[in-house]
C-alpha cells in the first residue's frame, strides 16, 4: 500500500487547510486510515481516524471540533479537513492506514502498517 498525502502550506492562525492522502491499495475498505503528526521536538501523536465504512470517526480532544476526517472509498482517498488552525498545530501531518482487526483501537500509530511521506502544516500567529 502507498499513500500519499498533500496539501499542507502556511496559513494565519483561525484559517483552514484541507489534507488529502491518496491510497494505492487494491482493498482500500480494509483498512483503517489514520490522520497523525509530529511537531518540532515532540513525539508523533494521534490526530484521526476513520472506520473502513467511514460511518465512525475519532479525534483527539486537542483537534475536536475543528477538524473533520472523511473517506471517499470509490477514490480511495482520505481527507482531513481543518479549520480555526492555532500555530499549536503546526507540525508534519502523516496519513497511515491500518489493516482492520478486532485489535484495532484506532489511536494507536504502532498498529498502522503503512505510512504516507508527511505534509508539512505551519500556521503562524
Known amino acids: 500500500v502507498q499513500l500519499q498525502a498533500s496539501g499542507g502550506g502556511l496559513v494565519q492562525a483561525g484559517g483552514s487547510l484541507r489534507l488529502s492522502c491518496a491510497a494505492s491499495?487494491?482493498?482500500?475498505?480494509?483498512?483503517?486510515m489514520g490522520w497523525f503528526r509530529r511537531a518540532p521536538g515532540k513525539e508523533r501523536e494521534f490526530v484521526a481516524a476513520?472506520?473502513?465504512?467511514?460511518?465512525?470517526?475519532y479525534y483527539a480532544d486537542s483537534v475536536k471540533g475543528r477538524f473533520t476526517i472523511s473517506r471517499d472509498n470509490a477514490k480511495k482517498t482520505v481527507d482531513l479537513q481543518m479549520n480555526s488552525l492555532k500555530p499549536e498545530d503546526t507540525a508534519v501531518y502523516y496519513c497511515?492506514?491500518?489493516?482492520?482487526?478486532?485489535?484495532?483501537?484506532?489511536?494507536?500509530?504502532?498498529?498502522?502498517?503503512?505510512w504516507g511521506q508527511g505534509t508539512l502544516v505551519t500556521v503562524s500567529s
Open positions: 476513520v472506520s473502513t465504512s467511514g460511518s465512525n470517526t
Open positions: 491499495a487494491r482493498t482500500f475498505t480494509y483498512y483503517v
Open positions: 497511515a492506514a491500518e489493516l482492520y482487526s478486532y485489535r484495532t483501537t484506532y489511536y494507536s500509530p504502532h498498529e498502522y502498517d503503512y
